[in-house]
């Protein structure tokens, strides 16, 4: 069974370009989840999703990304314009159902590098 | 307020000697207790979870972690530590106060000493 799948696995854009990662997750799964890695702030919570809805958006850092999951099968997160210190590691999670003991199953990551 | 806080790091064995690595949380209630693995260059894996029922919950590779309320605690043992484990190790929490989210502890980075 497929995972959840995320593309690009690297990115290297130059300071100012817009960045669009992707993410499909595991069929049938009604939440989905992206989180991002630094070194500074560990793993956080950016934005997640329920059957397609925006629950909490709160962990986005600014109007510059934005998320959208137009259907079950995709997701999209998008920074414009790109700024040094969105350099991260962005992953894509999906889990089945509400109930706080389901698996939340991550993706292989998103490694964006803006120079 | 941190939800989980994982005590060291960095943490280092030699190979065949236990690993013990420490998550305690913080919550009125109790959560819902995960750990998570992620090797280098590589997404996260669960490795175990606590939701109800025994505390002791054994995971995938020989992990294994104990849940103690009256400790607030969550950590993550191995009896033998092999090289392949290196590798860093999250603790997380959901609660009912926080949706499905999970929230992550800092890490701890696990190195195996031949």
Redesign the interface.
């Known amino acids: 069974d497929a995972g ?1 799948i995320q593309s690009p696995r690297h990115e290297v854009t130059e300071m100012g370009q817009e960045v669009t990662l992707r993410c499909k997750p595991i069929s049938g799964h009604d ?1 989905l ?1 992206w989180y991002r890695q630094t070194m500074m702030r ?4 950016l934005i ?1 999703f ?1 059957n397609n809805v925006p ?2 958006d709160s962990g986005m850092p600014e109007d510059r990304f934005s998320a959208k999951m137009p259907n079950a099968s995709f997701s999209t997160l998008k920074i414009q314009p790109s700024e040094p210190r969105d350099s991260a590691v962005y ?1 894509c ?1 999906s ?1 089945f159902g ?1 109930r ?10 998103s ?1 964006l590098t803006v120079v | 307020a941190q939800s989980v806080t994982q005590l060291g790091s960095h943490v280092s064995v030699s190979e065949g000697a236990l690993v013990l690595l420490r998550c305690n949380y913080s919550s009125s209630v109790p959560p ?1 207790l ?1 750990w ?1 693995v992620q090797y280098p ?6 490795l175990l ?1 606590y ?2 029922g025994a505390t002791l919950v054994k995971g995938i590779n020989g992990f294994e972690a104990e849940f103690k309320k009256s400790e607030t605690s969550f950590h993550l043992t191995k009896p033998s530590a092999h090289m392949s484990d290196a590798a860093e190790y ?1 603790c997380a929490v ?3 106060t926080s ?9 701890t980075q696990l190195t195996v000493n031949p």
């Open positions: 959840v939440y989840f560990g793993l956080e919570l997640y329920n629950i909490d992953f999670a889990s509400g706080l003991g389901n698996t939340i199953y991550f993706g292989e990551g490694w | 819902y995960f998570y260059n590589q997404g996260l894996q669960l979870k939701t109800t999250f959901k609660k009912e949706g499905s989210r999970l929230t992550f502890g800092e890490g």
